[in-house]
C-alpha cells in the first residue's frame, strides 16, 4: 500500500482518477502534446472552479481538509458515481488512527447451522475475501471455497480458478475495487496490508488495478461460470451481513437449465461423500470375541 504508506492517500486518489478520464468526456478539445493519458492538473482545477495551486496543494498532500463543496465539484469533474463520490469524501475526512491488533474474524455458531441446512452453495467471506465457513454445495460449486482459501487470491493467481468465471476480466477488477472500498481508511490493519503486499509482489493485475483506484461495490448481482463436471451456470449472488461476517449465497432461476444442473451438481457431491465415508475405515474397536 505505497500510497497508503506516504499518507497522502486523498492525493493518490485525485492523480489515479483524473488520468482516467479523457479531455473528451471532460468537453475540452484533444490537444497536441499530452504528456498524461488523462486531464491535466490544471483542466481539473478549472472545471472544478478552483485554482490551479490549490490543486496542486491537494494532490501533493499539503491541504488535506478541503471543503465539501470542492470535493463535490472534483466528483463532478472526476465523472465519480455515487459510491467513488463517497469514497472520495471519506478520504478528506479520515483521521489517523492507532495501530490495531490482527483480531480473528468470527463465524457464529448460528451461521454454521443455517449453512448445514442451506441445499445450494452458501459460504461466509471475511472484509478481505477470507472464506471462514462454507457448506458442501459451495465446495461442490468449487473447492476454492473451502474454509482458508482467499477469494481474491484464487481469483488472481489460481488457473483454474480463474477458468471458472466467464468474465475473468470484469471478475478482477470488481474484485480489487470492492477490496479498496472495504479497506477504507482501516488501511493499517494487518490482515490488509498482508493480502496486498503478497498480490501486489505476485501479480501483475493486481498492480495494474491497484494503480487505478477503483473502488465499488460488491453486493448482488448475477455471473456466469464454467464448472468443470456440469458445463455452464448461470447463478445469482447474494451477501448478507451477520455480525461482523458475510454470507454469500449462490442460487439460480427455479426451474431453468442451470437449477437442474445445480440439482445434479448435489446428487454427485452427495454420491462422492457417501463412497468417501464408505470407503474410510471404522475407528471403532470391536469388541473381543471370548
Known amino acids: 500500500m505505497k500510497d497508503e504508506e506516504s499518507g497522502n492517500r486523498l492525493g493518490s486518489y485525485l492523480r489515479a482518477r483524473r488520468e482516467l478520464v479523457t479531455p473528451a468526456q471532460a468537453g475540452l478539445p484533444p490537444g497536441g502534446n499530452r504528456r498524461v493519458p488523462g486531464l491535466r492538473r490544471e483542466e481539473v482545477a478549472l472545471l472544478a472552479g478552483i485554482s490551479p495551486d490549490y490543486y496542486l496543494r491537494l494532490e501533493r498532500g499539503r491541504d488535506k481538509n478541503p471543503s465539501p463543496q470542492v470535493l463535490e465539484s472534483l466528483a463532478r469533474v472526476l465523472r465519480l458515481d455515487d459510491v467513488e463520490r463517497t469514497y472520495l469524501l471519506g478520504l478528506a475526512a479520515a483521521r489517523p488512527r492507532a495501530p490495531r491488533r490482527k483480531r480473528p474474524e468470527h463465524v457464529p455458531a448460528r451461521v454454521h447451522e443455517l449453512l448445514a441446512h442451506l441445499q445450494i452453495p452458501a459460504f461466509v467471506e471475511g472484509r478481505a475475501f477470507d472464506v471462514l465457513a462454507s457448506n458442501p454445495m459451495a465446495v461442490a460449486l468449487s473447492p476454492r471455497l473451502r474454509p482458508g482459501q482467499n477469494r481474491l487470491r484464487s481469483l488472481l493467481l489460481d488457473p483454474e480458478e480463474q477458468a471458472f468465471h466467464q468474465?475473468?476480466?470484469?471478475?478482477?477488477?470488481?474484485?480489487?475495487?470492492?477490496?479498496?472500498?472495504?479497506?477504507?481508511?482501516?488501511?493499517?490493519?494487518?490482515?490488509?496490508?498482508?493480502?496486498?503486499?503478497?498480490?501486489?509482489?505476485?501479480?501483475?493485475?493486481?498492480?495494474?488495478?491497484?494503480?487505478?483506484?477503483?473502488?465499488?461495490?460488491?453486493?448482488?448481482?448475477?455471473?456466469?461460470?464454467?464448472?468443470?463436471?456440469?458445463?455452464?451456470?448461470?447463478?445469482?449472488?447474494?451477501?448478507?451481513?451477520?455480525?461482523?461476517?458475510?454470507?454469500?449465497?449462490?442460487?439460480?432461476?427455479?426451474?431453468?437449465?442451470?437449477?437442474?444442473?445445480?440439482?445434479?451438481?448435489?446428487?454427485?457431491?452427495?454420491?462422492?461423500?457417501?463412497?468417501?465415508?464408505?470407503?474410510?475405515?471404522?475407528?471403532?474397536?470391536?469388541?473381543?470375541?471370548?
Do not use: C, M
Not at 190 to 210: D, H, I
Open 167 to 290: 468474465d475473468w476480466t470484469k471478475a478482477t477488477a470488481d474484485f480489487v475495487a470492492a477490496l479498496r472500498t472495504t479497506i477504507g481508511d482501516d488501511t493499517d490493519n494487518p490482515r490488509f496490508v498482508e493480502l496486498v503486499g503478497e498480490l501486489a509482489l505476485s501479480s501483475q493485475r493486481f498492480r495494474t488495478l491497484w494503480a487505478r483506484h477503483d473502488v465499488r461495490s460488491l453486493d448482488g448481482g448475477t455471473t456466469t461460470l464454467h464448472h468443470p463436471v456440469v458445463g455452464e451456470l448461470r447463478l445469482h449472488r447474494d451477501k448478507l451481513a451477520i455480525d461482523d461476517v458475510i454470507l454469500v449465497v449462490y442460487y439460480p432461476d427455479k426451474d431453468s437449465d442451470s437449477d437442474e444442473k445445480l440439482r445434479l451438481l448435489a446428487a454427485l457431491s452427495h454420491t462422492e461423500s457417501a463412497g468417501a465415508a464408505h470407503d474410510e475405515p471404522a475407528n471403532t474397536p470391536r469388541p473381543e470375541t471370548p
